[in-house]
């Protein structure tokens, strides 16, 4: 099975910016999604985006984070800004492949049957 790679990962102080990037989509997929685990803590969705340009974002980050998507890379972005130490975790991507994306079922990671390995973020006061 196909397995995405997500880059950008890293270390911040909280207020600060940080880029996400993944890579690697099969054909077929139109709902490409962003998810993050902090420790001792189920996987959270994050944001979503699919082919019609519908994007969905959890209210836990809407206002500071953008999902975004560069055709001509076939990446998926994710832009995080001001960010805060609850924002640290383990950061996926994730699609599906012959579905799009919908506000009941962004969120939930049993929806998506493509997974990247994930990227740490750590954001410290």
């Known amino acids: 099975q196909v397995q995405l790679t997500e880059s950008g990962g890293g270390s911040m102080q909280a207020g600060g910016s940080l880029r996400l990037s993944c890579g690697g989509f099969p054909d077929n997929v139109y709902c490409r999604a962003w998810f993050r685990q902090a420790a001792g803590k189920e996987r959270e969705g994050v944001a979503a985006?699919?082919?019609?340009?519908?994007?969905y974002y959890s209210d836990s980050i809407k206002g500071r984070f953008e999902i975004s998507r560069d055709n001509e890379k076939n990446t998926l972005d994710l832009q995080m800004n001001n960010l805060q130490p609850e924002d640290t975790a383990i950061y996926y991507c994730?699609?599906?492949?012959?579905?799009?994306?919908?506000?009941?079922?962004?969120?939930?990671?049993?929806?998506?049957?493509?997974w990247g390995q994930g990227t740490q973020v750590t954001v410290s006061l």
């Open positions: 994730a699609a599906v492949v012959d579905s799009f994306c919908f506000e009941d079922t962004f969120y939930r990671p049993e929806y998506f049957t493509h």
């Open positions: 985006l699919d082919d019609y340009g519908s994007t």
